[in-house]
């Protein structure tokens, strides 16, 4: 098949990272990938395989309404002339829907990585459910996403679930030499219960939770550090809420780290804090690495997390719960029972060829029928 894939960006985010890992198992598989992205910020393109890199286009809008980045993705998709469409979010499906008044088009599928953002207005989501909505296929990365979005209105042509997928070969546990090394890379000792937090620095992840409640540990003599994966706008002040709670020793921050398995290998743990996810793709990767997990229960994380079992759920927000949690996980014994569960539960149900056969398995299935109709 010939593939094109739309989407926001190539900057490193949950739907970008699944965007280009689905891109490189498809280009794997003998499929032809072609990639417009609408925002001139590239980190994630040199991880894909150099055919696809060369074919990747960059068409930057200039608002929420840009006729000419509209028109020059219909001419593009005009001279690619794919057979299937992959539009990644609400956005590039408006996009797609938009440029195809100026082309014919192939069969879409709207890949859903979103529940509505609390910033979104309602004009936004009305013409986003109306684009989405025309699309022939909507993939869902879990029932409670699908259940969210039908109990609002929207309904698609065609509704499929395909969950993230983790690569289980990469993301596996760290032996006790790689864990020894990665620690010492940070400077932390045997006896200090190293807290992972892979998140963007963004105002939604809430990190500052986090910091409160490791506050409260340290004052109650618990020996810890806080390893921040990830960079963004959110730094300097964390760094300067770490220094007003007495936490600036023992809090570092990796900056962009393209392969978060090595700083993972250095945790005990891993939070996830935010105040809006959907099936975030850090949780599933730190199980994979039998990481236990703590984090908040918003959107489908309760799809990831059997609470009790595979990690721990808790109130967004809530730091009194958040510091017990994290507490109880001091123990070796549970830490490794829950990030045994949280393993298996992976390997099981989140494994990365798995969804990649059933993506493939959809796309083919529409470009065949647009085949077929085309030669009747």
Request: glycine residues 6%.
């Amino acid at each position: 098949m010939r593939v094109q894939m739309v989407v926001n960006s190539l900057t490193v985010g949950g739907a970008e990272r699944h965007t280009v890992d689905l891109a490189c198992d498809l280009e794997r598989a003998g499929d032809e990938v072609h990639i417009a992205y609408l925002a001139q910020r590239h980190d994630l393109l040199d991880c894909l395989p150099l055919p696809v890199r060369l074919r990747a286009v960059c068409i930057p809008r200039a608002g929420p309404l840009d006729i000419v980045a509209v028109r020059r993705l219909a001419r593009l998709r005009a001279c690619v002339q794919p057979d299937v469409v992959l539009t990644v979010n609400q956005y590039p499906q408006v996009m797609q829907r938009w440029s195809a008044a100026f082309a014919r088009g192939a069969p879409v599928v709207n890949v859903q990585h979103s529940m509505a953002y609390p910033g979104d207005s309602p004009l936004k989501l009305v013409v986003g459910r109306s684009a989405l909505r025309a699309a022939d296929a909507l993939v869902y990365l879990s029932p409670s996403q699908q259940s969210y979005w039908r109990a609002r209105g929207l309904t698609g042509r065609r509704e499929v679930v395909i969950p993230n997928g983790v690569d289980l070969e990469r993301f596996r546990p760290a032996g006790a030499r790689r864990r020894a090394a990665a620690r010492a890379s940070i400077g932390a000792s045997d006896d200090e219960l190293v807290i992972g937090v892979c998140a963007g620095l963004r105002a939604e992840k809430r990190h500052e939770t986090l910091l409160h409640a490791a506050a409260q540990l340290a004052r109650d003599g618990l020996p810890l550090r806080l390893l921040l994966i990830g960079d963004g706008p959110r730094r300097p002040a964390l760094m300067q809420l770490a220094q007003d709670l007495g936490l600036a020793c023992r809090l570092q921050i990796t900056g962009f780290v393209l392969d978060v398995t090595q700083p993972l290998a250095a945790c005990d743990l891993v939070c996830l804090t935010s105040t809006h996810e959907t099936l975030p793709l850090a949780l599933l990767e730190a199980q994979a690495m039998a990481l236990p997990v703590v984090a908040s229960r918003i959107g489908a994380t309760a799809d990831i997390v059997d609470d009790g079992v595979s990690g721990f759920l808790v109130p967004p927000e809530d730091v009194g719960q958040l510091a017990n949690c994290v507490s109880r996980l001091a123990d070796p014994v549970l830490r490794m029972r829950i990030g045994e569960a949280g393993r298996r539960s992976v390997c099981t149900r989140f494994d990365r060829r798995q969804m990649t056969a059933a993506y493939r398995s959809l796309l083919a299935e529409l470009a065949q029928a647009r085949a077929r109709r085309e030669a009747a």
